[in-house]
Each structure stands twice: as structure tokens, then as C-alpha cells.
Nanobody, 122 residues
Framework: QLQLVESGGGLVQPGGSLRLSCTASGFTLGDYAVGWFRQAPGKEREGVSCISYSGATTKIADSVKGRFTTSRDNAKNTVYLQMNTLKPEDTAVYFC???????????????WGQGTQVTVSS
């Protein structure tokens, strides 16, 4: 299976920006759609975005639309989540997930990363 590693999380002030990366090893990530999910303490994991294998199609959750975008650089075997105008309610562990068939907000992906912490606080 794919090994996925998220990076780029950390502490940021409200209104700030972060870019998360999801990098694959063992397989060519360009053959896979990639989703982003997040889980805040005491809450269910929720879908944030997904991007098709080529990057031609993206889906963004209503809760973050207009602030978050996702993109990919298949030559680098990496998918990005650009997070702008961050709010305290964006605080969560962020996960990426890859699947050859599925691009959406349900937890149907076959391969998952370990997560990276994003904390938005003053």
C-alpha cells in the first residue's frame, strides 16, 4: 500500500496561513485521487477537500470554501492543502488519504497518513 506522510502543520495566529504537504512513497501518487480530512478534539473526522489524479478536478468543503485550496505536483509525488485566513475552529489533526477510485468526503480511501497537527491560536 501507499505510505503517506503529512507535513507543514504547526501553530499559527488567527488570520494566518499554512501549507500542508502530503508526500507518497512506494507508489506513484499521480495515479491516485487524494483527499484531506481533519479531526478536532471530541469531534468526528470530517472531509475537507479532494483532488483528482491529474489535478483537473477539486472539491472543497463548504466550511472552508474560499479559504482553502488543494493542488498537486505529481513530479514531486506531493499534494498540497493551502490554508488561508485560518480560524481557531480550524484547529485539528489533518490527514491525507489516497485512493485510485474515490475522490470525495466520505472515509472510503484505502490509504491514510498519520496526520499533522494544526493549531490556530493567539
Amino acid at each position: 500500500q501507499l505510505q503517506l506522510v503529512e507535513s507543514g502543520g504547526g501553530l499559527v495566529q488567527p488570520g494566518g496561513s499554512l501549507r500542508l504537504s502530503c508526500t507518497a512513497s512506494g507508489f506513484t501518487l499521480g495515479d491516485y485521487a487524494v483527499g484531506w480530512f481533519r479531526q478536532a478534539p471530541g469531534k468526528e473526522r470530517e472531509g475537507v477537500s479532494c483532488i483528482s489524479y491529474s489535478g483537473a478536478t477539486t472539491k472543497i468543503a463548504d466550511s472552508v470554501k474560499g479559504r482553502f485550496t488543494t493542488s498537486r505536483d505529481n513530479a514531486k509525488n506531493t499534494v498540497y492543502l493551502q490554508m488561508n485566513t485560518l480560524k481557531p475552529e480550524d484547529t485539528a489533526v489533518y490527514f491525507c488519504a489516497a485512493d485510485q477510485m474515490y475522490c470525495g468526503f466520505r472515509e472510503l480511501y484505502d490509504n491514510w497518513g498519520q496526520g499533522t497537527q494544526v493549531t490556530v491560536s493567539s
